[in-house]
């Protein structure tokens, strides 16, 4: 079975913190995604990786970054965190095209 | 943003009855997924699409695509009250990026 770990399942960060989510896939996956999600909104693509060290961003990329230095692990970064940054963080993986494989989330409490 | 657009936001409807679900997107895509999501719960996959086909069936589900019309709808029926949660089209590009729409949430009546 595919597994896709998220490192935290809960965090509770200040404001302006720096905030590292980390995720791992052992299925040699080449994309990689994070997501937030909030009530209402859906899903939205925060940024998203076909390779190593390549990095696409997606619909919402303001105040986050990544780094994919190997091909099981996309790290999600907050820079500098703030409070509309908290949020239910899903990391997920797949072959392209292909069902996505989600971890178990990350929910972050920016006070 | 090629994020897919869910019509209706909600639908509420009775068991047996059948629930149908729109999705549309802005550019080309090379398949379309739809997801569901029980309250409080993980996304489970449902179906996948590619843009050269025009309709899949998984049990008592139906997805049509129509790449002219940049539309996808998802077909449940004979409805049960289990059926009841928050519905999802993702598009994906030729490249891999996979957006999702805001999502309709389906309760079914017993």
């Known amino acids: 079975d595919v597994k896709v770990t998220q490192s935290s399942r809960y965090l509770v960060k200040r404001t302006g913190e720096k905030v590292f989510l980390e995720c791992v896939q052992d299925m040699d996956h080449e994309n990689m995604f994070w997501y937030r999600q909030d009530p209402g909104l859906g899903l939205r693509l925060i940024y998203f990786s076909y390779d190593v060290k390549m990095k696409e961003k997606g619909d919402i990329p303001e105040g986050y970054s990544v780094s994919r230095e190997k091909k099981e692990r996309f790290s999600l970064i907050l820079e500098s965190a703030s409070t509309n940054q908290t949020s239910m963080y899903l990391c997920?993986?797949?072959?392209?095209?292909?069902?996505?494989?989600f971890g178990e989330g990350s929910r972050l409490t920016v006070l | 943003s090629q994020q897919g657009e869910e019509d209706p936001q909600a639908l509420s409807i009775q068991e047996g009855e059948n629930a149908t679900m729109n999705c549309s997107y802005k550019t080309s895509i090379n398949n379309l997924q739809w997801y569901r999501q029980n309250s409080g719960r993980g996304l489970v996959h449902l179906i996948l699409?590619?843009?050269?086909?025009r309709e899949k069936h998984s049990g008592r589900l139906r997805v049509t695509l129509d790449t002219s019309k940049k539309s996808s709808s998802l077909l449940i029926t004979a409805s049960r009250a289990a059926d009841t949660a928050s519905y999802f089209c993702v598009v994906g590009t030729s490249y891999g990026k996979l957006t999702f729409g805001q999502g309709t949430i389906l309760t079914v009546h017993p």
């Open positions: 699409i590619r843009s050269n086909e």
């Open positions: 997920a993986s797949t072959i392209n095209p292909g069902e996505l494989f």
